[in-house]
């Protein structure tokens, strides 16, 4: 089924993209809490123990942050992109594509039956399109530190 390879290649770097927001955004959020303060200038006004202890605390963050998001990293599969269109679709249309006929083979009337409806699936399969990414990660961020954080390095 090549008009499937679009709408699956799409939905897959959708979650891809998806894999990067949900396990990368501790980093970012290390990232503006430093550049932040260095942007303000914070760096001359404070005695130099305190911004080398400062900048030994965000190093050991980035590099916390950093193995942390590429622990969770997964790079999905096709058949995961492939299962997320299925989804996205009524009757789920794919999935009745790729299965067979358990029950009345070997039945004229009920082999044409199942035939019929492979092809009203595989017609519906034309109708496939890309499925969006949720790219939300405020169910997982406590407190909006995010937020804070975005909102402290525009500041």
Known sequence: MRHLRFP??????????????RGFWP????CFLTLAPLMMG?????????????????VIAFLATL????RRFRMPS???????????????PIAAVA????????DAASEA????????????????HP??????VSDRVPYGLRCIALLFFVA
């Open 8 to 21: 699956v290649a799409a939905t897959r770097v959708g979650m891809v993209a998806e894999q990067l927001v």
């Open 27 to 30: 980093f970012w959020t290390v």
């Open 42 to 58: 914070w760096h001359e006004l404070m005695p130099l123990e305190v911004f080398w202890g400062v900048a030994v605390v965000s």
């Open 67 to 70: 193995v942390w998001g590429i």
């Open 78 to 92: 096709v058949a995961e992109a492939l299962e997320r269109v299925d989804a996205a679709l009524p009757g789920r």
């Open 99 to 106: 299965d067979t006929q358990a029950i009345g083979s070997g």
């Open 113 to 128: 039956v199942w035939r019929a409806h492979l092809a009203r699936m595989a017609e519906r399969t034309k109708e496939a």
């Open 131 to 136: 499925v969006e990414p949720d790219l939300r």
